[in-house]
């Protein structure tokens, strides 16, 4: 744990703890805790003014890195491979070979990004990212809009409302700095968040909802956890028209094309979005990572729900408050099983973060309208939490360090090419061909439990005339003997800066660049 996080985690515990003592105090019925009206107005438009400059400042970084010529995050550019399959009219769930295979994903994002770029002369990485920030700027107005509904018994719920959407702005850095990135995880959360807006719309919105669940399972998976919650707030406000309507929509919109696709790709549709992932399994330590390690820096808004549940709740209607807790419970259970799962990085945090977020902003306008002697309370709760996930903006923008690093790298792919194939197993987006990337290699690699045909016999062969790896891969795993044995590093590149500039930053001088020849 760095230095950083561990005083992020601080500072949330001790805030939340200090507001526990405050809150305690102030609901008891002999208490004597006033705060003037200028500190109430003080601390509500600090909370406004955090909001604002968090929504600032993410457009302001989206808009610099939008033209960046080279990947934001370590896959970014095997993410352009997989939309410039759909551009070209290739096989996209094709056998793990030798030459590209997919992620373990849906294919909506990647064949919706094609569909733009045959519309939009850009380069693809503007298009990849412009679906991100569109849809980024969309789940904060469904944020505002739900928040605003589900507190309309509260006169102050316009105010909570916009809280509620500049905290998930706010969150860009803990969540990994994702909203923008050429990754398919801002259109799935804006589908998810228009279907649960929807839902609760009379048959009409149920139709929409249903609709939109069905495109976000095509988008990512997690999309089913958000389709079940919907039909159990609806099984408990006894709607049954609706729940009947969601299952029949839903049911059949995932059921029949998984089929189609899965006939149609001989199988490797099912292999590729529902072997893979499950093979990798749930992990006991990521999965304790999530409650000592992620949950705590939200420690005040989880503190002032777990304070304001029991007065507030009574006060909401049934229709809100099931849909409220069943979003928040798959949310935040989605979140939990994705970062104990091998590879959940830190943007799987955003729903569990997200409904933390609109639920604590909920209770916080009703009880500041029956108990108003809170109100300083709980804007300092949402103070603190603004301050736990502060982050340097200007660290989340690529500088010439960054570009020249990509810019050598991608002359060192270019003269390797004059040779003959080059495979880069760290990074997509550089070769022609394009391969697999190094990710997707141990996902088959876990459910296979050994290496694909095509690839040991593309090794065997000696197909490629050079290997890029960054840091030498293990001698006993499957994939590595095989490599020691028809390949040999003849030379390594050391790089101070990766031009990635979120995620898992590589190469860098720990992970310096080898050039592998056959033997």
């Known amino acids: ?23 305690y105090r102030a609901r008891r019925p002999d208490a004597k805790l006033s705060a ?38 370590w896959i970014g550019g095997a993410m352009r491979d997989h939309v410039e399959r759909f551009l070209h009219h290739q096989p996209f769930y094709v056998p793990p070979g030798g ?29 990849m990212r412009g679906v991100s920030i569109v849809s980024t700027v969309g789940c904060a107005v469904l944020i ?5 509904q589900l507190a309309m018994g509260s006169t102050q719920s316009a105010f909570w409302a916009l809280l509620a959407a500049g905290l998930f702005l706010a969150a860009y850095r803990v969540t990994g700095a994702w909203y923008d990135l050429e990754r398919l995880d801002m259109l799935f959360l804006f589908l998810s968040l228009l279907g649960i807006y929807a839902l609760d719309k009379g048959l009409g919105g149920t139709v929409v909802a249903s609709f939109a669940f069905v495109l976000a399972f095509f988008t ?10 919907a039909a159990l707030a609806l099984c408990y406000q006894q709607n049954w028209r609706s729940l009947c309507l969601l299952l ?39 999965a304790l990572l999530f409650l000592y390690n992620d949950l705590p820096l939200y420690a005040p808004l989880i503190l002032l729900i777990v304070l304001l549940g029991r007065q507030t709740v009574p006060q909401m209607p049934l229709r809100e408050k099931a849909l409220l807790f069943a979003m928040s419970t798959a949310g935040v259970l989605g979140s939990w099983l994705s970062r104990a799962h091998w590879g959940g990085d830190q943007n799987v945090l955003m729903t569990a973060y997200l409904f933390i977020g609109i639920m604590a902003c909920t209770y916080a306008a009703y009880a500041a309208e029956a108990y108003p002697q809170l109100l300083p309370g709980l804007l300092s709760l949402a103070l603190a939490q603004f301050i ?16 020249e690093a990509g810019q050598r790298y991608l002359r060192e792919v270019q003269t390797l090419e004059r040779g003959g194939e080059v495979l880069c197993l ?94």
């Open 388 to 403: 736990a996930i502060a982050y340097n903006p200007f660290a989340q923008i690529p500088h010439r360090q960054n570009r």
């Open 99 to 127: 030459g590209w295979f997919p992620y373990e994903y849906p294919p909506l994002y990647p064949w919706v990004c094609a569909q733009l770029l045959k519309w939009f002369p850009f380069p693809a990485f503007v298009i």
């Open 426 to 519: 760290d990074h997509g987006g550089f070769t022609v061909p394009p391969h697999f990337q190094i990710m997707g290699l141990l996902d088959v690699l876990n459910t296979l439990h050994r290496v694909p045909l095509g690839l040991a016999q593309a090794l065997k062969a000696k197909r490629y005339s050079a290997i890029l790896t960054e840091g030498l891969p293990g001698a006993h795993d499957a994939f590595g003997r095989m490599l020691y044995a028809f390949y040999r590093p003849v030379e390594s590149q050391y790089y101070t800066d990766s031009w990635g500039v979120t995620g898992f930053l590589t190469p860098s001088p720990q992970r310096p660049v080898y050039i592998w020849r056959p033997r």
């Open 248 to 286: 029949g929509i839903t049911g059949l919109g995932c059921i029949i094309p998984t089929l189609m696709l899965n006939q149609t790709t001989h199988g490797w549709f099912w292999f590729y979005c529902f072997r893979v992932p499950l093979a990798n399994g749930i992990h006991a330590f990521l």
């Open 36 to 73: 003037s009206l200028s500190l109430v107005k003080a601390l509500g438009f600090a909370c406004l003014a955090l909001s604002l400059f968090w929504a600032v400042a993410w457009l302001a970084i989206a808009c610099l890195r939008l033209t960046y010529p080279f990947e934001l995050e």
């Open 144 to 148: 505002a809009l739900w928040t605003k």
């Open 1 to 23: 744990m760095s230095v950083g996080v561990l005083v992020r985690l601080l500072w949330a515990l001790i805030a939340a703890g200090v507001g526990a003592f405050w809150m």
């Open 220 to 229: 990512k998976q997690q999309a089913v956890l958000f389709i079940m919650a």
